[in-house]
């Protein structure tokens, strides 16, 4: 899977990704929840989809914040891959009462 | 709760927490899985222990790696709190088959 570059990447999520930014490596968003029980539940809807699409983010959680970054790391860059399970999360955390 | 000064944690973790190392601020560890369901799977037994008795670690998840770091914020230090939730997180390693 080719890597998309970053006028591609900007575009996008400009027009479809609110809230995601990159940084030259990774697209990522921050979230916040009420609590540590109603973050991690949100990690744990993620990580089912993560699981299901084979293609996993590196993330990190403190108390009430989650972190999300994506990659395609065997691409070497971002991809579709990143854009799709990015909509996902999104979605996946405007279900959560949230997004 | 009073913070322990840097001689108590790194003697602390020389006899009972291998694998933990102090840096400055947090105690910490990195745990190696055989790929996400176990490393997330681990996570979630961590997550329960860390609600039930309402102390949460800072955490990132890369696919099969997960690094664990603890420092209790309102004590602005390492307490006895984090002492005791690392050794519950290495029975929860040991009880995974990995520790």
Redo the contacts between chains.
Sequence with gaps: MKPLNKDEITEFLALHLNGWSFDGNFIKRDFEFKN??EA?SF??AV?LE??KKDH????????NKVQIKLRTHSADGVTGKDIDLAQNIDSLYKSSGKG
């Excluded at 996993?56 to 108390?63: F, G, R, T």
Aim: net charge negative; proline share 6%; no cysteine.
């Design positions: 540590f029980v991690f990690m744990t990580a993560a699981e996993h983010p590196d993330w990190n959680n403190e108390y």
